[in-house]
């Protein structure tokens, strides 16, 4: 099993959706988690940093989940420009950083 | 202020030849990584360096060598290139290793051995 697993997509959502990806790990001793977003032919950037409390940012959710190790990222009133790869990333406590593989959005117009 | 920069950003190589890529980071981060992204596989961790004049390997170091002369330059050699290196070279830089930090990500290479 990887350690961190995401559903690679592609996801088609019509514009003004709502979208959800999850993403789950297997190593307990995770200690952070984020979500990138990488477009094509570009390096990924950091999109929001995900706390255990939850946290938002506009349109952006994203939650953890520690009892049953995911996390996820909601999109509300999807927009053209969300088209990407997102990115899930754990830091583990040995200071390891794993990155998942990616899930592709696309919105259609 | 650059952020992370990668030189350069294509390069076509024959099997055998040799070459270094280029990082540089102008945001005074003590950690730097250099990864690898091939389709289907998602991001690799190739090797990486704590600080000025140390690097460790990472997930896939074979076939690679680094140095960190400087703080604020990763460079990334392939000696004896193959056609298995083909794939796409970023770079990033962090302030602190793992925990909470986020890494900053160079705009990548693109490299294709023939």
């Known amino acids: 099993r990887k350690e961190v697993e995401q559903d690679p997509g592609p996801f088609n959502v019509p514009e003004g959706a709502t979208v959800a990806f999850n993403c789950t790990y297997s190593?307990?001793?995770?200690?952070?988690f984020f979500w990138y977003r990488q477009d094509c032919r570009k390096e990924p950037k950091l999109l929001m940093s995900?706390?255990?409390s939850g946290n938002e940012d506009g349109r952006f959710t994203a939650q953890l989940n520690r009892a049953s190790q995911y996390i996820s990222l909601l999109i509300r009133d999807s927009k053209l420009s969300d088209s990407a790869t997102y990115l899930c990333v754990v830091n583990r406590r040995d200071d390891k950083i794993i990155f998942g593989k990616g899930t592709r959005l696309h919105i259609l117009p | 202020n650059a952020g992370v920069t990668q030189t350069p950003k294509f390069r076509v190589l024959k099997t055998g030849q040799s070459m270094t890529l280029l990082c540089a980071q102008d945001m005074n981060h003590e950690y730097m990584y250099w990864y690898r992204q091939d389709p289907g596989m998602g991001l690799r961790l190739i090797h990486y360096s704590v600080g000025e004049g140390t690097t460790a390997k990472g997930e896939v170091p074979d076939g690679y060598n680094v140095s960190r002369l400087k703080k604020q330059n990763f460079l990334l050699g392939l000696e004896s290139a193959a056609p298995s290196q083909t794939s796409v070279y970023f770079c990033?830089?962090?302030?602190?290793?793992?925990?909470?930090?986020?890494?900053?990500f160079g705009p990548g290479t693109r490299l294709l051995v023939l």
């Open positions: 190593n307990s001793a995770s200690q952070s």
């Open positions: 995900v706390y255990s």
């Open positions: 990033a830089s962090s302030y602190m290793l793992g925990g909470s930090e986020t890494q900053y």
